[in-house]
């Protein structure tokens, strides 16, 4: 989405009707808008009565008459006093209203996209999301807590100045209304490029973050292999362009303010020249002159101020088609509209039934190719193979992140597809290969699983998973600060966090993807203990390359390229000889796994 090209491709279909798709977040507050409308309304009255107060005082003067003088100069205060009550009311309302928007659109794009299936991140990097959620919001914010206010009373005093000045004088008015074509025409031949540069300026200020995000999150591996250098140099590439591009639209939007205020102003004032010629032969009074020089600074302010703000609605236009890009993106997973409820209590019966996958981002290659397999309720089965033989994606399909493109994944009989994807998860605890640890204590990391839990609870999780000694010795114990990511914790604590959680999480399917990969010896026991006590009376997948944490499954399945080639227990594996044979051989020494343990034919 952050492609340059792509970029420029969308751009030039953006309109300022984008700003439309604020409607659905502004109609929700439609006393305060009708509100800030009738301040907006009063205060732009208010201004255009001033000028005809000014010209009863004016006139006033050559009148002689101290109390009607006396009443003008009252009548000319108390509109005044009326335009401060009706700004800062105006401002109050607006600035609310802004500030309320944009806490529901922020609100509303994260329930959005925190719900979205891995294929929606395959497309676009989270920084880029995020920058969305902040930058755009932001901008967006300004336009309507200020810009879209200011517009629209400037635009009333476009309308109702040139309604006074055509009553003041339809002559010299006449001649005013000659300078519109020349004004006119730089804003829409300016606004067009605006426009473009506008969203192509948020896209490139989008992959900026992005980048930054990515490579922050990847800092010591940045350092590790010495490469800050080049992040730094690939972050400043794309802020300079996205520099350049804001250098681009501010000279252009410069360039349409000047032309603009220097066609409305030189005009006025030749229009003026004629005004006064009228006062010195009498067919226009002083005070007729000054009312129309009033009204035709504010008309003329009042095209000024458009024309600026016409860059800033631009810009927002920009960014609202943005969000609501975001907002109508179609996530390929989706729940059923009439959801089948599972029986209680789920049993556990897991089946993959000729399934066929590949993930989106590589659609010729497939990860699981006909896989046909059936768990049984508390059976624990372990999913073997190499690396990229389709194992992690089992549970991927099974926690349903993703839709097989042929056969079905069913739950005790009920084909996922049918389910709720919050009944679904909630069926099951999973520990990831790669555990996420949240940037509060340790105590909250592990209530992740089941945020009802008692505290109690979480400490014999905790204990079950080995994780509690090392936790009682951090300096808070189970209420310090793990940082973000986990900082403080080594890989394995990191694991046994995430282990301590699933067990709490107490689901009838349990699905272990490499859940033990970063522990030590001593470690790993303690959790293949907890594992095995955790796993009695559920449905377990587990998924290893480490086949000494397998060895006591139920039923040990192989995958190799995408297909099942073996399936068995670990003793008739070996004798069978063949893949599962090879990978034993590779990982067990004699002291350990032993020679004992494999056939003839594979010591062989």
């Keep these: ?37 009738v301040a907006l309304v009063l205060t732009a009255g208010v201004s255009l009565a001033l000028p005809l ?12 008459a101290l109390e009607l003088l006396n009443q003008y100069f009252g009548a000319a205060l108390g509109l005044a006093a009326l335009l401060a009550l009706g700004t800062g009311l105006r401002y109050y309302m607006v600035t609310r209203l802004g500030e309320r928007v944009v806490a529901d659109i922020r609100k509303a794009l994260f329930a959005r996209v925190i719900g979205m299936s891995p294929a929606f991140f395959e497309k676009i990097l989270s920084g880029e999301v995020l920058s969305r959620i902040t930058t755009d919001t932001t901008l967006i914010q300004s336009i309507v807590g200020s810009s879209v206010s200011i517009a629209l ?95 681009v639209r501010i000279l252009t939007r410069a360039a349409m303010t000047v032309v603009i205020i220097a066609l409305v102003f030189s005009g006025i004032v030749g229009v003026l020249w004629i005004g006064a010629i009228d006062v010195r032969e009498g ?82 290659q497939s990860a699981l190719d006909g896989i046909s397999l059936s768990v049984a309720p508390g059976e624990t089965v372990a999913l073997v193979g190499p690396s990229g033989a389709g194992k992690s994606t089992i549970i991927q399909l099974l926690m349903r992140f993703y839709d097989p493109q042929q056969g079905r994944v069913t739950l005790d009989g009920t084909d996922l597809r049918e389910l709720s994807r919050a009944q679904l998860r909630g069926a099951m605890a999973l520990v990831p290969q790669d555990p996420v640890i949240f940037a509060t204590t340790a105590r909250e ?40 990511r986990g900082v403080m914790l080594s890989g394995g604590q990191k694991q046994r966090i995430a282990i301590a959680r699933a067990i709490l999480r107490d689901a009838p ?30 449905t377990t997948l587990v998924v290893a390359h480490r086949l000494a944490t397998v060895r006591k ?14 399936s068995g227990t670990h003793d ?33």
Excluded at 53 to 64: C, S
Excluded at 450 to 478: M, N, Q, S, V, W
């Design 1 to 37: 989405m952050s492609d340059a090209s792509h970029t420029q491709q969308r751009a030039s279909s953006r309109r300022i009707a984008a700003l439309a798709g604020l409607w659905p977040f502004l109609g929700a507050y439609k006393g305060l808008l009708a509100g800030a409308l």
């Design 53 to 64: 107060a000014v010209r009863r005082v004016v006139d006033g003067f050559g009148e002689g």
């Design 153 to 247: 009373r400037n635009l009333l005093m476009l309308v109702g100045g040139l309604v006074m000045l055509a009553l003041t004088s339809p002559k010299l008015t006449g001649l005013v209304l000659l300078l519109v074509p020349a004004v006119i025409v730089p804003i829409v031949v300016l606004g067009r490029r605006l426009r473009r540069l506008s969203r192509e300026n948020q896209d490139w200020i989008a992959q900026s973050s992005g980048n930054a995000s990515e490579a922050l999150g990847a800092a010591q591996t940045v350092q590790a292999f010495t490469h800050e250098t080049r992040s730094i140099a690939t972050f400043d590439r794309v802020t300079e362009k996205s520099f350049d591009v804001a250098m």
């Design 283 to 364: 067919t226009m009074s002083i005070g007729e002159l000054v009312q129309f020089v009033i009204y035709s600074v504010l008309v003329a302010g009042s095209v000024g101020a458009l024309s600026e703000i016409w860059g800033e609605l631009q810009r927002a236009a920009g960014a609202t088609e943005r969000l609501v890009e975001l907002m109508e993106t179609i996530d390929t997973i989706q729940d059923p509209d009439a959801p089948v409820a599972l029986a209680a209590p789920v049993r556990g019966a897991v089946a993959f039934e000729n399934v066929r996958f590949h993930y989106p981002s590589r659609p010729t």
């Design 445 to 484: 990391n592990i209530r992740f699983g089941r945020p009802e839990a008692t505290d109690a609870e979480i400490d014999e999780a905790a204990k079950a998973a080995a994780a509690h000694d090392f936790i009682t010795a951090l300096p808070e114990g189970y209420e310090t600060q793990l940082g973000e």
């Design 509 to 538: 399917v349990l699905l272990l993807d490499e859940a033990t990969s970063a522990l030590d010896a001593e470690s790993e026991r303690l959790v293949q203990e907890a594992v095995d006590r955790l796993s009695e009376g559920r």
């Design 553 to 566: 499954a139920d039923r040990i399945v192989v995958f190799e390229g995408g297909h099942i080639v073996a």
């Design 572 to 604: 008739a594996l070996v004798a069978e000889g063949g893949l599962y044979a090879r990978l034993a051989r590779l990982q067990f020494t004699d002291g350990g796994f032993g020679a004992a343990d494999l056939t003839a034919s594979d010591r062989a």
